[in-house]
């Protein structure tokens, strides 16, 4: 009997026609009513999830007895209870790679954007503000040659010292759990404790996975350790940075500027950092690229077949629970 698949986000009709092959699978609907409602029905017949962006443990899962594995398509799985997922005994699975270099891209163009004020003196120039030269109160700041401090240098982390040094000649710092003594010979990076990095780098990008450790890993005191003259990238997650403490040192020159991809709540109708010109704010968009989506949803098209036609799934984040 083919087994179910619930898809708990958006997935293109090529992915639904794929997963339909091979199962049955249903896809709440919102034309067809409350879709808390769909999904709530549909998970005491599910096996197998596919999607990204809602939070999954005990609570939501409870009814889902027959449930085998979530298939994230993210590469970043702290919206999911895995101690949980693991105590059950449901695999889960997420993207890693596929998605590096779209992020880190990211990452460096909100370093270059913060840097040379580009959003803002594009509303600038399209306001019709442009009327004379550009003097000192519109300039920006240099990237080449400056202190880049990679707080995080996982893959993503890496890919982006990767174009500080080798495309803009800079120094990289790095802070994190453990040595990376290939991309210090790589690159040449240094390790810093997070202090240091704050102190001295000229951009601190921030590329650690969300956890208790890492929640609010930037605060008030982080932010007073940085220079002035510095700008705080975000292509985490929003919650590694006290929002309120960030905006209050953006209004205040504790440092220079923010250049921000992710938020404490999202999606972000509404902000006080949308009323500041030293923040760059974007939607959530690390990964979203027409390529590194496809390449996202082949990926977790793949672990969650895999796992339900009883293989061991490419990417399984609680390998504990693989019986194979
Ligand atoms: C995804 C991300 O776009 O992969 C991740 O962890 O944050 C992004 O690449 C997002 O998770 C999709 O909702």
Redesign the pocket.
Known sequence: MKKTVLAF?RVSPEMAERLQQDFNVIIPDPKKGDLNEQFNEALPHTHGMIG??RKLGREQLESAKQLEVVSS????YDNYDVGYLSERGIMLTN?PDV?TES?ADLGFSLIMSSARRVAELDAYTKAGNWKRSIEAPHFGTDVYGKTLGIVGMGNIGAAVARRGRLGFNMPILYSGNSRKTAIEQELGAQFRTLDQLLAEADFVCLVVPLSEKTKHLISTRELGLMKKSAILVNIA?GPIVDEPALIEALQSGTIRGAGLD?YEKEPLPESPLFKLSNAVTLP?I???THET?QA?ADRAFDNLRAALLGEKPQDLVNQQVWKG
């Open positions: 986000s990204a962006g398509i993210s590469v970043g993207t998605l992020t997650r992710v959530h690390g990964s979203a989506r996202m």
